[in-house]
């Protein structure tokens, strides 16, 4: 009667999904719709930078030639002959002893080779002309920024797949890209599957609850870059139930149901997954909690079946949804981040199975601390409020000690790892 | 002719500035889009979690006091009378000897006081009914997610101010928040000032750069939960300029400039700032790079004029801008969060000012390095791409070296902290 499912390491149910994931399509934006996405080609120079040997500073352009001789006892006067402002270019030659007031940012007059700070000219008037006099010699170059000192045009600035941060967006200004190339984002449809399972806006009755892991999951979607589509809760007749499946695939790119995945009588999904001719990758995972995540392929699409438990379904849909959702928008760092840090409780009750614990990530001193959420029953929703990383715990005969180092996977981070399991952690195996 | 700016120290700056930060406004949005959003009011629990004594397992239900004499040895042997699917609830009151089949979250039955989880129970039928054997005692309560256990009515789950992740979505979902009240985001404008500035979609020119610090400043708006507004360049006409200005400040929740905060000759803002009757809170700070940054206010709204240099744009929007605008979304730790990490690389120039370093954060088993993002000329744009920190050196003698300890201020993190200069870093006062 109970239906016999053998455990997957968890490292080979991640790999069993990461087969059928598959780059997505790239689309132009502009520039002020770019922040948040995610490159879908490499960003090149178009140019040097800086474009021309420019001023870091106000001052005055002079040759540096002029002021070899120049010391405290013995001053050099330079005739002020023109000014340039940023943007402008000076048309005319600079000749020996003459100086040209530059402002930061514009380009160096031609035959000048070092530039005076501002502070350190003291400017006067004669005759209706203007001078500057200076007390110190300059080299040839100084205070000049130089053509293609910070970039060289051609170089790589930014990596296909790369999260488009501020910094990028100034990089995308700068060399032009007024439409950016970026990754498509993925739609990912939710159905929620319980008939104990009321929608937000209704009140509470016995024995049921609100249904709150699909509006989970819409969130997660959104956080791993791809366009949630909550296509609600499944009905309680089978065959309405496979023909929503049907056509929810002919909307999304990948689809994921919550609940109806553990052993109990009530759960559709297998039948639906054999109706449809999908082939089930797996559908029990040596981990806690999230064992019997289910995910199946249909003509290379993924069905994700998470668990009906908030927690499992949190963890499952960041261990297997997201790296497809990013696999996607063609970043090649999918996984959560692992690091490493000290445990901040202890953990004395020893697990068979790797277990996911909900927690939060401290910084003492240049040291990071990883603490349980608090009260980490599976089922516990309120602790997921302030948890931003994962403590993974290797299944085996002993707890584990406070001050311990043990991986921790990230949930708030942007730059993600490409593969956290196999090389790293044997005894996830 | 060269105008007198008296530095303020970073930490007073910093206090000047949140004299005139305040609190926005409320909004309701429906939950699907509450992701991202920061809480306008604290989440209380309209319910107890779990509402019900439910079962964690799907199983049996059974009174436990009828298993006290069971053991290998001696099985006992119940008489399953009826089942629950989640949502459901058991009608009548289970006899002695009597179980009931009962699924996942599904409500215990009255005078039930354990659960057998269903891999224990050993199914047979005999004479058209149904039985379990089971070969151990279990305790009252055993297996039973208690009322309340998780979360009491009346509780406070998730404060005012905090940032909606996914987590926080399950709460709102839970509690039947439909819709969720969020703070209204500010609306912040930006214009750009300088005639060397080139718009994204022309060809260099001569002495031209690209305008890429509008378009990194709308990116950190959006970062920090604002919505950017660019509102075009200056024109070179002060009149116009003022206009401009003017009518800026009656769309904008906050006015952001940038470039024209130097000393140099073509600058109208301190004018515009005079001509308006708004005051200069302080146009000089004691740092590196963003020592130009101007903030004024003119009845209580910021205008920050940010350095035309882009790491200085860049460090003075996340020093200034970035803590108004989260306390105007009622975020109670404003600031970035600041860590400490063992520097990376050595640092042997001095300088007199505290410097803000671009730089990227690494985790080494469970430490923390910082490390300098490569060429960092203020001016550089490139090293931007892949910073996620700003790494502060304080002023003084000497120079840093490789492994010791430093302030380092996260741009990637969600949490941030509520005022990380003073109490801890004296050196910065």
Known sequence: MVEKRTPLAIEEAV???????KNGLKEMVPIELAYGRMLAEDIVADQDVPAFDRSPYDGFAIRSEDSIHTSTENPTI????????????????????????????????EKCSAVIMLELAKEFQNEGKNYIEIKRS???????SFRAEETHKGMVLAKKGMYINPGIVALLATFGYSQVPVAKKPIVGVIATGSELLEVNEALEPGKIRNSNSYMVLAQIQKAGGIPKYLGKFSDDFETCYTEVKKAL???????TTGGVSVGDYDYLPAIYQKLGASVLFNKIAMRPGSVTTVAQLNHKL???????????????ELFVRPCIKTYLFNETPHLKRVRARLGENFPKPNPFTRFIRGKLLYEEENLIATPSGFDKSSAVSSLASTDALIVLPGGTRGYE?????????????????????DFVPSYR
Chains 1, 2 share one sequence.
């Open 15 to 21: 790999r069993k999904v990461m087969n059928f994931a």
């Open 78 to 109: 330079f005739e002020v002959v023109g000014e340039i402002g940023a943007g402008s270019v000076y048309p005319k030659e600079v000749e020996p002893f003459q100086a040209v007031r530059i402002m930061t940012g514009a380009q160096i007059p």
């Open 138 to 144: 300059y080299k040839d170059g100084e205070n000049i």
């Open 250 to 256: 002919e909307q999304v790119d990948i689809l994921i």
């Open 303 to 317: 069905l994700f079946g998470l668990s009906g438990n908030p927690s499992a379904c949190y963890v499952g849909f």
């Open 402 to 422: 406070k001050g311990m180092t043990v991986d921790v996977l990230l949930l708030e981070d942007r730059e993600g790892s490409q593969w956290p399991w196999y």
